[in-house]
């Protein structure tokens, strides 16, 4: 069995000040967990002050985005120096919320990717179907798009996969453990058939994960950790889920 991988994704929440307080609150509620890894995407403007909390624990750290650049006039963008300067170990590529609001194509994903990777940042890759694809029975098209296009040339060594159904995403609605599963067995035949070291890969669930539905979410074979985004701001919670995993 893969140990359970559980990431906080915070978005645009959370001051330098909001996020000492939710860390120094969380570690001790977590203390002495060493079953399931654990780790926390704060804004960029957090990261700094939430390593100086987390480096004496294992709580890993991970920026929400990295762009494809080294460096250079790229207003506004961070590159995986900065990340990697800051602390990190991790970084998340492809957030559907990057590739609805900001316009990344699976091309942009797969540049990020090889960028992070070569400056030694381990990705959690994020793919997932809108409503209307899943309703129009276009899952698994979609997933081998998004797997084809995100992971051109590029081996598994250092990613995991976040499967994150649009439509389940900040709205309550959780894929069922059935359809979660189901999701994340295509994405496993897709590895074995595409790529060395497939077993290998965590495959993550995201998209309204709660205390409440982790249990029954990791009990599912395929299901190898979660992105948390609303369930991760409140410590408590977000330590439950961690619990829930193992
Ligand atoms: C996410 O942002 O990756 C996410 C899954 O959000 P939520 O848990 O709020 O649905």
Not at 80 to 95: K, T
Not at 102 to 109: A, L, M
Not at 220 to 240: C, I, M, R, T, Y
Request: proline content about 4%; charged content about 25%; some cysteine.
């Amino acid at each position: 069995m893969l140990k359970p991988f559980i990431a906080a994704n915070w978005k645009m929440n959370k001051t330098v000040g909001e996020t000492e307080e939710f860390i120094q609150s969380f570690i001790p509620m977590i203390e002495g967990i060493t079953d399931a890894d654990i780790l926390i995407a704060p804004p960029y403007t957090s990261l700094g002050a939430a390593f100086r909390l987390l480096q004496t624990t294992n709580i890993k750290l991970a920026g929400q985005n990295v762009h494809y650049e080294e460096k250079g006039a790229f207003t506004g963008e961070i590159s995986p120096a900065m990340l990697l300067a800051e602390g990190c170990s991790d970084v998340i590529i492809g957030h559907s919320e990057r590739r609805q609001y900001f316009s990344e194509t699976d091309e942009i994903v797969n540049k990020k990717v090889k960028t992070a990777r070569k400056n030694s940042l381990e990705v959690i890759l994020c793919i997932g179907e809108s409503l209307q694809e899943r309703e129009g029975d276009k899952t698994f098209e979609v997933l081998d798009r998004q797997l084809t296009g995100s992971l051109k040339d590029m081996q598994m060594a250092g990613i995991s996969i976040a499967y994150e159904p649009i439509w389940a995403i900040g709205t309550g609605k959780t894929a069922t453990p059935g359809q979660a599963n189901e999701a994340h067995a295509f994405i496993r035949g897709w590895l074995k058939k595409n790529k060395d070291g497939a077993e290998r890969v965590r495959i993550l669930y995201g998209g309204s994960v709660t205390p409440e539905n982790i249990e029954i979410l990791m009990a599912q074979p395929e299901v190898n950790g979660a992105l948390v985004g609303g369930a991760s701001l409140k410590p408590d919670s977000f330590a439950k889920i961690v619990k829930g995993s193992i």
